[in-house]
């Protein structure tokens, strides 16, 4: 099993910034392209920034310049940096990865059960 855990989130002020991370465990065997995906209430999920284990970065346009993406491969970790939030990045933002766990000879796609974050004065 591969479970994600996220962390970091809040509530913050319109130009604030968050610093979101999410850690892999369980019986990992390759871990693959990790990221962020976010759902506002009555949107579809939507895709935010992603990372391949070899760093390169796919970042969605709405939040391109303000927010970043990285990866710590020993740590199985993920991180996101938002900066300038606005109060449309409100959303529920859950982790993703995509893992091959070690009884298994395929990759799978794996979520954390999500983090809030509310941008509001």
């Known amino acids: 099993q591969v479970r994600l855990v996220e962390s970091g989130g809040g509530l913050v002020q319109p130009e604030g910034s968050l610093r979101l991370s999410c850690a892999a465990s369980?019986?990992?065997?390759?871990?693959?392209?990790m990221g962020w995906y976010r759902q506002a209430p009555g949107k579809q999920r939507e895709l935010v920034a992603t990372?391949?284990?070899?760093?390169?970065?796919n970042v969605a346009d709405f939040v391109k310049g303000r927010f970043t993406i990285s990866r710590d491969n020993e740590k199985r970790a993920v991180y996101l940096q938002m900066d300038s939030l606005k109060p449309e990045d409100t959303a529920v933002y859950y982790c993703?990865?995509?893992?091959?766990?070690?009884?298994?000879?395929?990759?799978?796609?794996?979520w954390g059960q999500g983090t809030q974050v509310t941008v509001s004065s």
């Open positions: 993703y990865a995509n893992a091959r766990p070690t009884y298994r000879l395929d990759s799978y796609d794996y």
């Open positions: 369980g019986s990992i065997f390759v871990l693959y392209t």
């Open positions: 990372i391949t284990s070899g760093g390169s970065a």
